[in-house]
């Protein structure tokens, strides 16, 4: 890391010091991430009702018209009793080891989900952390690596993509690409615009041929967003890797579940894996699939 020599040579000479930052910031950031996944899309929809409603010139009735909710308030709390989360009731995976699951408070059961969520976290800023080493480029993956958890539950949730999180995301490829980032910035445009208009296309010619949707427009500005991160290059193999883990797992969820052949699936899920995984891989996968081996 350039902007702090001492910091950087400390961190390679000690990495399991590096690597113990990394894994409790990837709990804490994915404690965080809980709270995104479950209030963007509620934030989303108020505002949604709220436009609606000053559109038709109608009174917003109701109790949630009067109730303020953002990133930050309320304070965490349970949702069935509103006991107010202790900070000790809020560590990491710890917490809910220490608590078995349940709210101190009223005993109903925690949702798995939060821990696993913080623990995919942790798992993964480790692997990015393994995979960049101590340098400056880390904080951005790391961002990057974040914000596609974030956007592949929610996707599988609400089937959202939203643009408060892929439009950021979009821009700040293409502002790393052109002060620090590996991808030049000619390739980092041509990587959005081609991500974007790549599905585009296909939403178009399969609308045309079936009179459906296939997707939402969420799923362009996500692969525009990592055709900024990755560049246009990259496109190829995200696809390929996102198209052939979307159609195995949605039809071992069709037989598990017993979900109708018709009903949509969140296709961003596979698509942020697919960049993930390319960000890390990407140029190896290239050559073994694209190229005909090494």
Same mark, same amino acid.
């Given at each position: 890391?350039?902007?702090?020599p001492?910091?950087?040579?400390?961190?390679?000479?000690?990495?399991l010091y590096?690597?113990?930052?990394?894994?409790? %910031?990837?709990?804490?950031?994915?404690?965080?991430?809980?709270?995104v996944? %479950?209030?963007?899309?509620?934030?989303?929809?108020?505002?949604w009702?709220?436009?609606?409603?000053? $559109?038709?010139?109608l009174?917003?009735?109701?109790?949630?018209? /009067?109730?303020?909710?953002?990133?930050?308030?309320?304070?965490?709390?349970?949702?069935?009793?509103?006991?107010?989360?202790?900070?000790?009731?809020?560590i990491?995976?710890?917490?809910?080891l220490?608590?078995?699951?349940?709210?101190?408070?009223?005993?109903?059961a925690?949702?798995?989900?939060?821990?696993?969520v913080?623990?995919?976290?942790?798992?993964?800023?480790?692997?990015?952390?393994?995979?960049?080493?101590?340098?400056?480029?880390?904080?951005?993956?790391?961002?990057?690596?974040?914000t596609?958890?974030?956007?592949?539950?929610?996707?599988?949730?609400?089937?959202?993509?939203?643009? /408060?999180?892929?439009?950021?995301? $979009? @821009?700040?490829?293409?502002?790393?690409?052109?002060?620090?980032?590996?991808?030049?910035?000619?390739?980092?445009?041509?990587?959005a615009?081609?991500?974007?208009?790549?599905l585009?296309?296909?939403? @178009?010619?399969?609308?045309l041929?079936?009179? *459906?949707?296939?997707?939402g427009?969420?799923?362009? *500005?996500l692969?525009?967003?990592?055709?900024? @991160?990755?560049?246009?290059?990259?496109l190829?193999?995200?696809?390929?890797?996102?198209?052939?883990?979307?159609?195995? %797992?949605?039809?071992?969820?069709?037989?598990?579940?017993? *979900?109708?052949?018709?009903?949509?699936?969140?296709?961003?899920p596979?698509?942020?894996?697919?960049? @993930?995984?390319?960000?890390?891989?990407?140029?190896?996968?290239?050559t073994?699939?694209?190229?005909?081996?090494?």
């Amino acid at each position: 890391m350039t902007e702090s020599p001492l910091l950087s040579e400390f961190l390679r000479e000690y990495p399991l010091y590096f690597y113990l930052f990394v894994g409790a %910031l990837g709990l804490i950031v994915g404690s965080f991430l809980n709270v995104v996944i %479950l209030r963007l899309p509620e934030m989303m929809q108020r505002e949604w009702r709220s436009d609606c409603h000053a $559109l038709l010139d109608l009174e917003d009735s109701g109790a949630v018209a /009067d109730e303020k909710l953002s990133l930050s308030f309320p304070g965490s709390h349970c949702p069935h009793c509103q006991h107010a989360i202790k900070p000790w009731e809020n560590i990491p995976v710890i917490s809910f080891l220490a608590l078995r699951g349940r709210c101190s408070s009223c005993a109903t059961a925690i949702s798995w989900r939060y821990p696993a969520v913080e623990l995919a976290t942790a798992v993964a800023s480790l692997t990015v952390a393994f995979h960049i080493g101590v340098e400056l480029s880390l904080i951005a993956y790391l961002l990057l690596t974040w914000t596609l958890i974030a956007l592949a539950v929610i996707d599988i949730d609400t089937q959202l993509l939203p643009d /408060d999180l892929t439009l950021p995301l $979009l @821009w700040a490829g293409l502002l790393f690409n052109v002060f620090l980032g590996p991808v030049s910035p000619v390739d980092a445009i041509l990587g959005a615009a081609g991500g974007y208009l790549l599905l585009w296309s296909i939403y @178009w010619l399969f609308k045309l041929a079936t009179g *459906k949707e296939g997707m939402g427009y969420g799923d362009f *500005k996500l692969l525009a967003a990592l055709g900024a @991160w990755l560049g246009w290059q990259s496109l190829p193999i995200i696809i390929l890797l996102s198209s052939a883990v979307g159609a195995v %797992l949605g039809i071992l969820i069709i037989a598990a579940q017993g *979900k109708d052949r018709s009903q949509p699936l969140p296709f961003g899920p596979y698509l942020a894996t697919a960049g @993930w995984i390319s960000l890390l891989w990407g140029s190896a996968l290239s050559t073994l699939f694209l190229d005909g081996g090494p």
